[in-house]
């Protein structure tokens, strides 16, 4: 059995944008299932504020920015596929 891919969002409070991305996600997720985890750029300890805090929502799939700003929610479904597809052929 194949496991889930993981999507990471990052994203911060007071952000319309990022609730918006939320729910993209969630009917991306739907479509093609994966493990969501959140990250807040400015809770203690995270290093993702300077990284990131001119870009949130920013949706990373294994280590790597696939979204940023706003969800292309058919482009992320191609990438999602593609990948758990990659996963396949193993």
Same mark, same amino acid.
């Given at each position: !059995?194949?496991? /889930? ?6 994203? #911060? ?8 991305? #939320?729910? &993209?996600?969630?009917?991306? $997720?739907? #479509?093609?299932?994966? =493990?969501? *985890?959140?990250? *807040?750029?400015? &809770?203690?300890? $995270? ?13 990373? /799939?294994?280590?790597?920015? &696939? !979204? !940023? =700003?706003?969800? *292309?929610?058919? #482009? ?9 597809? $990659?996963? /396949?052929?193993?």
């Amino acid at each position: !059995m194949a496991s /889930l891919l993981r999507l990471t969002l990052f994203t #911060k409070a007071n952000c319309g944008l990022c609730t918006t991305a #939320k729910e &993209a996600l969630t009917r991306v $997720q739907v #479509k093609v299932p994966f =493990h969501l *985890d959140q990250v *807040d750029i400015y &809770a203690p300890g $995270q290093e993702a504020s300077q990284k990131y805090m001119f870009d949130v929502p920013v949706v990373e /799939l294994n280590g790597r920015v &696939a !979204m !940023m =700003h706003r969800i *292309d929610e058919p #482009k992320l479904v191609e990438i999602l596929q593609k990948e758990a597809g $990659q996963g /396949l052929s193993s």
